[in-house]
């Protein structure tokens, strides 16, 4: 007796790997990290100096980096950065100018090496299941 394998079928989106973010495209996908970016920006200019929410901007980097690729991740770290800058340069919570260059450094330094990984990440599991599906092919033909 043998049994039979089922093939799961090809995925129309980029690569092989499942969608984590839902069924949408890098375009939906993108303009709701893009929205969500915009959100945290406007909490932030609201609550001024008081609050800080750079470690938000993580989730929408990370939504943009797994969706559209790492060139689309970067932009769009760019433009947190750029904005976290803005608003706290607006909002004058450091006495010197060389500190909000120092901070808007390490900022863009820590969304980079996100951005890294989780296109390193996205990369690895889309590798993995084309060794997946290649092996069940394999499978499936000996049967």
């Known amino acids: 007796m043998t049994e039979q394998v089922e093939l799961p079928a090809a ?3 980029r690569g ?11 375009a939906v996908s993108g ?3 893009v929205l969500l970016l915009f959100a945290i920006i406007t909490i932030e200019k ?3 100096s008081e609050i800080r929410l750079q470690i938000l901007y993580l989730v929408p ?16 770290a760019l433009a947190a950065v750029g904005a976290a800058f803005a608003t706290y340069h607006a909002n ?3 006495p010197g100018g060389l500190l909000y260059y120092c901070e808007a450094g390490v900022t863009l330094a820590t969304l980079s090496a996100f951005v890294l990984l989780i296109s390193r990440l996205r990369a690895a599991l889309d590798a993995s299941q084309r060794r997946l599906r ?3 092919e394999e499978l499936g033909q000996r049967s």
């Open 134 to 136: 290649k092996a069940l």
């Open 92 to 94: 004058h919570v450091y």
């Open 11 to 13: 995925s129309a989106a």
């Open 61 to 76: 980097v990370a939504v943009m980096t797994w969706s559209a690729g790492r060139a689309w991740g970067f932009a769009l």
């Open 16 to 26: 092989d790997a499942p969608e984590v973010f839902g069924q949408y495209g890098a």
């Open 31 to 33: 303009a709701s990290a």
């Open 46 to 48: 609201l609550t001024g």
